[in-house]
């Protein structure tokens, strides 16, 4: 098997598979056991078959060429990430008070 072309859209991809596990904090996955990003990797193309045209096939609009922009057109996901950010921003905003307070009293 030839070394794929490493172009920055497989690398978004392959780091993003390696960090899956934070994306959806209610599914288990197996500690990651690599480290560095793998030289040998295969591509694919998923083809809908015909009998689930009605059923569950994703529409042509809804479709993103790369794992990334899937997970960026995902609102669910969207709405999760910022309420952690907003989680980290007040806790982080609550650790600085406590230090300026503490700063202030010392004076």
Do not use: C, W
Not at 69 to 83: G, I, M, T, Y
């Amino acid at each position: 098997m030839k070394a794929a072309e490493m172009t920055d859209e497989l690398r978004r991809d392959l780091k993003l598979i390696q960090m899956r596990s934070i994306l959806d904090p209610k599914r288990f996955y197996k500690n990651n056991d690599m480290k560095t990003i793998p030289k040998f990797v295969q591509i694919g193309k998923v083809v809908d078959s015909h009998i689930d045209f009605y059923n569950s096939r994703v529409p042509k609009k809804q479709r993103k060429s790369t794992i990334v922009d899937e997970l960026l057109a995902d609102d669910d996901l969207r709405k999760q990430n910022k309420r952690k950010y907003l989680d980290l921003q007040q806790k982080s905003m609550h650790k600085f008070s406590k230090e300026r307070k503490r700063k202030k009293k010392g004076k």
